[in-house]
């Protein structure tokens, strides 16, 4: 005879499929959190990268009376010339130093370092007898953001700014290109949104 007050053992079909929507509710949950954290110190990293290079840079024209020249060099050119000339490897206008090495304007140990593989972007490591000695160094080496990014740098800037041109692609790693200058103020892209200052490449 079944006892009226006997309590049932386990969980039925419906009870475990509640269970497990809500276990991958609460999963998802955390996983949009976690994401939003660290896209937000990414973002700030990037911003203090970006600082320490504007003080790089001033510090570079204070001492060679210009900030390195791009000319029509394309954007991994120009991102490899500006690691070359803050690290005391190319003078003012790109060109290697035929003499000794001059001073590195870049912070130990503050940057992470790209190269391409073919069409993609992979990290770069460079020996620390080369970035302390007076060895030549010729690499296509860049500056990488926290997206494993160049650092989109130009001087002078084709836009017709004055000054030059600093930013982070941002999160999507895609921007606008301004390569003549403007007459107006263009219209922000969606694409523009996430870099970094928000303001680039477009002076909105």
């Not at 460079?126 to 160049?150: A, M, N, Q, T």
Request: glycine fraction near 8%; include cysteine; charge should be negative.
């Amino acid at each position: 005879m079944n006892c009226p007050n006997s309590r049932r053992k386990g969980f039925t079909l419906v009870e475990l499929l509640v269970v497990i929507i809500i276990i991958g509710i609460l999963a998802g949950i955390t996983f949009t959190g976690a994401s939003y954290v660290f896209t937000v110190q990414e973002e700030k990293k990037a911003r203090g990268e970006i600082e320490a290079l504007q003080m790089a840079l001033e510090q570079f024209k204070n001492e060679f009376g210009r900030y390195p020249e791009t000319a029509n060099a394309d954007e991994y050119d120009r991102s490899s010339l500006l690691f070359r000339s803050l690290s005391g490897f190319a003078d003012e206008f790109g060109e290697p130093l035929k003499e000794e090495r001059n001073r590195n304007f870049l912070p130990a140990d503050t940057f992470a370092l790209g190269e391409l593989d073919g069409s993609e972007v992979v990290g770069y490591s460079v020996e620390s007898s080369v970035l302390i000695g007076d060895k030549e160094f010729d690499e296509e080496v860049f500056i990488v953001d926290p997206w494993k990014v160049p650092y989109q740098y130009q001087y002078p800037r084709a836009d017709g700014h004055n000054g030059y041109l600093l930013f982070s692609k941002g999160p999507d790693g895609d921007s606008s290109s301004f390569t003549s200058e403007l007459t107006d103020t263009p219209t922000q892209a969606d694409i523009d949104k996430d870099n970094i200052p928000p303001s680039e490449p477009g002076k909105w």
